[in-house]
């Protein structure tokens, strides 16, 4: 069975701060995807990133990075020297190849970065 | 270019009205996706259209619950008898590609968030 764990419920930091949200995902397919989506107060859901099962290589950004290591079955988010304007909540979600298209999300994490 | 759009933004309704929410996809994208965010929760797959085919149904909750997508196009979610227990935000998504080829990235719309009353 597909599943993903995001284990922080709500995260905060003060500004400028680094901050790591994590993300643990169990499937049986060889060939998933990993995503990440940003939800600002606003309420709409931003895409970040997507990664697939044979991508190991970590990912750098500008302030984000991200932290793929199958033998954990993770897929962390860094984001370094936080801002207030990063608040928002940070949702990882699978998606398998082998014919199941849906995404399975994470019950996200909500980063609060104070001022 | 123009996101997903999505139509209305809030529906406040009684219980036992049906409702129809709408969606408009990234022009060009032939996948369609209906999901359900419950407040403090991760977004639920619903459904899937591939063109105007409906090519999953296994997250629609019970029979209350209908999509369609008559041209490949525009899709619209219909709630019938709505319950309070309906009430969460409904998210549209839409992808460039038949996932056939491979999983592809959803570009989700605003959202309808919905009340029964």
């Known amino acids: 069975a597909q599943k993903v764990t995001q284990a922080q419920t709500e995260i905060s930091v003060v500004e400028k701060e680094d901050v790591t949200l994590d993300c643990v995902y169990e499937?049986?397919?060889?060939?998933?995807?990993l995503f990440w989506y940003k939800q600002p107060p606003s309420g709409e859901l931003v895409f970040l990133i997507r990664?697939?099962?044979?991508?190991?290589q970590n990912e750098i950004s500008g302030r984000y990075s991200w932290n793929f290591q199958k033998s954990t079955s993770s897929f962390n988010f860094t984001i370094t020297a936080s801002q207030v304007v990063d608040s928002a909540v940070y949702f990882c979600?699978?998606?398998?190849?082998?014919?199941?298209?849906?995404?399975?999300f994470g019950t996200g994490t909500r980063l609060k970065v104070l001022a | 270019g123009a996101g997903v759009s999505q139509s209305p933004r809030y529906k406040v309704t009684k219980r036992g009205q049906d409702v129809a929410l709408r969606c408009d996809p990234i022009?060009?994208?032939?996948?369609l996706y209906w999901y359900r965010q419950a407040l403090g929760q991760g977004p639920e797959f619903l459904t899937y259209?591939?063109?105007?085919?409906?090519?999953?149904k296994s997250g629609l909750p019970n029979d209350r619950f209908s999509a369609e997508r008559p041209e490949g196009s525009i899709s619209t979610l219909t709630i019938q008898r709505t319950e309070q227990r309906d009430s969460a935000m409904y998210r549209c998504?839409?992808?460039?590609?038949?996932?056939?080829?491979?999983?592809?990235?959803?570009?989700f719309g605003p959202g309808t968030r919905l009340l029964v009353l």
């Open positions: 499937t049986r397919d060889t060939t998933y995807y």
């Open positions: 259209f591939n063109y105007e085919a409906q090519q999953d």
């Open positions: 022009s060009g994208h032939v996948s």
């Open positions: 998504a839409s992808s460039l590609e038949h996932p056939g080829t491979g999983v592809k990235t959803q570009y």
């Open positions: 990664r697939n099962s044979f991508d190991e």
């Open positions: 979600a699978l998606s398998e190849s082998s014919g199941t298209y849906k995404y399975i």
